[in-house]
């Protein structure tokens, strides 16, 4: 099973390579922990919205967190409609 978080982490170390970043280096640039990196990177935690807009903003990709977030393990529903009548 492959869990929302692994997907996140996944993106996170594809933005901090494509900016060349290391893991210490993005700590550095969001105040986050080079530990705090490495388990995000590894699906071991779950970060805040904002947390995520940080590291955008730290790799020079701000909007595409967010908007791949919508992507990362979410089904998108169809809202229900209720009973229909046959009247």
């Known amino acids: 099973m492959f869990l929302k978080q692994d997907a996140i982490g996944h993106h996170v170390r594809h933005l901090r390579k494509k900016a060349g970043l290391s893991v210490r280096a993005l700590g550095a640039r969001t105040a986050f922990s080079a530990s705090f990196i490495s388990q995000l990177e590894n699906g071991l ?43």
């Open 45 to 87: 935690v779950s970060p805040s919205i904002g947390s995520m807009q940080k590291i955008a903003a730290a790799s020079g990709d701000p909007g595409r967190v967010l908007h791949r977030g919508q992507r990362w393990g979410q089904r998108h529903h169809r809202p229900r409609q209720g009973p229909q009548s046959l009247s």
